[in-house]
Nanobody, 120 residues
Framework: QVQLVESGGGLVQPGGSLRLSCAASGSIFSFYVMGWYRQAPGKQRELVASITSGGSTNYADFVKGRFTIYRDNAKNTIDLQMDSLRPEDTAVYYC??????????????WGQGTQVTVSS
């Protein structure tokens, strides 16, 4: 059974930075893709950034140039470095890990979420 634990959220001023970390109970390289999603109150959950086991990354348009997703191999974590934060980045951020089953059916595991609040 896969378990994901997010950390690093908090309160930051506009223009500030935070680094989120997602720790997996198993090796991060055992997943087809891992990513960070976010959900603000009253809004749908949306993809922020993802990274495959091979290291390929994908970013939502609204974070390109500001956020960086990367693997910390020593800690077995997927981290999200968030710079130039804006109030609209305020949301609960969730880590996701996906494996592919037979017939290419995705199997997802979600973390509990960590709150990011950008406010002055």
């Amino acid at each position: 059974q896969v378990q994901l634990v997010e950390s690093g959220g908090g309160l930051v001023q506009p223009g500030g930075s935070l680094r989120l970390s997602c720790a997996a109970s198993g090796s991060i390289f055992s997943f087809y893709v891992m990513g960070w999603y976010r959900q603000a109150p009253g809004k749908q959950r949306e993809l922020v950034a993802s990274i495959t086991s091979g290291g390929s990354t994908n970013y939502a348009d609204f974070v390109k140039g500001r956020f960086t997703i990367y693997r910390d191999n020593a800690k077995n974590t997927i981290d999200l470095q968030m710079d130039s934060l804006r109030p609209e980045d305020t949301a609960v951020y969730y880590c996701n890990a996906r494996k592919m089953t037979v017939f290419q059916i995705p199997n997802d595991t979600w973390g509990q979420g960590t709150q990011v609040t950008v406010s002055s």
